[in-house]
């Protein structure tokens, strides 16, 4: 072992410093960053907004982000009492979250509720006749989405119905009056409804109770025809509608895919899978840096006619070939 000992040069000692601290800097560097939190808010219970948790987690995956690693989803739950929205989101914000997204009932309440993080949305509601935007394509209020044209819609809905089954006079529409721009669905209900020759006569259905007894009330005067409103509440409950539906040889139309293949006659409107991950798009951008006010408000630029000629057969419904052509899905 020498005894003499090799002192480092000044120079050696600057690059060994200046090398550890590249190091370190690439240790820094190489931490994972926490997960950003999403906010969810549900206007009812964990159930009926599901399928728009889902559809979020589903889109955002699509577009490349990593749950757990990347994002997380932090929702709550109003429980059909709209004075907690408030509480909800002044909860979300404390936790730090980024942004909120909602769906249905809840989006009135959350635009327009005091926060200071954007909101992403997903409406069966025209946001301009509730008074969210001025414009769809110059969103308000630091939120911006997708509405789903639900109303307008009904018209095609009834024009379909009255193709299908020409005998049809009486409907039954079950809805949930607490669902946002229901009065707009009805007013374009009633118009079409008119013009068709139909009588109409509306069920609530806000809570399980009360769709018990709107069953009771068809199986006391069977209705020609049965129209769902489709909401969030509809949606999670769509298996027990269609059993109770089936059990009383209603025909049934709706507005979501999801209800044909439950047992619907027919269902007219936009791709649910498209619409619930739609969400996602927005969040991606606002995430990434754009500004919600250069995030128009959308419209569904894909709406599809599913028809159940299993459910055609059941009721003795001849679905006429010109029907069966145009149809996007026949179920069988």
């Known amino acids: 072992m020498s005894i003499f000992q090799v002192r480092p040069t000044r120079r050696a000692v600057i690059v060994g410093a200046a090398a550890g601290v590249l190091t370190g800097s690439r240790h820094a560097w190489a931490q994972p960053r926490p997960p950003v939190k999403i906010g969810f808010i549900g206007s009812g219970r964990p159930q009926d907004s599901a399928v728009a948790i889902d559809g979020l987690r589903h889109g955002l995956t699509a577009l490349g982000w990593h749950e757990t690693q990347e994002f997380v989803i932090e929702p709550r739950f109003a429980y059909s009492d709209s004075a907690r929205i408030q509480e909800l989101v002044e909860q979300l914000e404390a936790g730090g979250v980024r942004l909120i997204v909602t769906h249905a009932q809840a989006v009135a309440a959350v635009v327009k509720a005091r926060r200071s993080v954007p909101a992403v949305y997903q ?114 409950h ?36 498209d619409t619930s991950r739609r969400p996602a798009y927005f969040v991606d951008r606002i995430l990434k840096g754009a500004k919600v006010a250069d995030l128009p408000i959308e419209q569904p630029t894909r709406l599809e006619l599913v028809v159940n000629l299993a459910a055609a057969a059941r009721l003795g419904v001849a679905v006429p070939q010109t029907v069966v052509a145009r149809a996007d899905r026949v179920i069988e």
């Not at 394509?137 to 299908?164: C, S, W, Y």
């Open 123 to 236: 409406l069966s509601a025209d946001p301009v006749t509730l008074g969210l935007t001025d414009d769809l394509a110059r969103p308000l209020n630091n939120a911006t989405g997708v509405t789903l044209l639900a109303a307008e819609l009904n018209v095609k809905r009834l024009e379909l119905l009255r193709e299908i089954v020409p005998s049809s006079r009486t409907l039954a529409i079950v809805y949930n009056p607490l669902h946002a721009g229901e009065h707009l669905e009805r007013s374009w209900i009633e118009r079409s409804a008119s013009i068709l020759a139909f009588s109409t006569r509306y069920l609530t259905t806000r809570q399980p109770a009360e769709l018990d007894a709107a069953f009771l009330e068809i199986e006391r005067q069977p209705p020609s025809a049965l129209v769902l409103l489709s909401d969030g509440f509809l949606l999670a």
């Open 238 to 273: 769509r298996a027990a509608v269609m059993r109770a539906a089936s059990a009383r040889n209603v025909p049934t139309i709706a507005g979501w895919g999801v209800f044909a293949e439950a047992g619907a006659l027919f269902s007219y409107g936009p791709n649910l899978q």
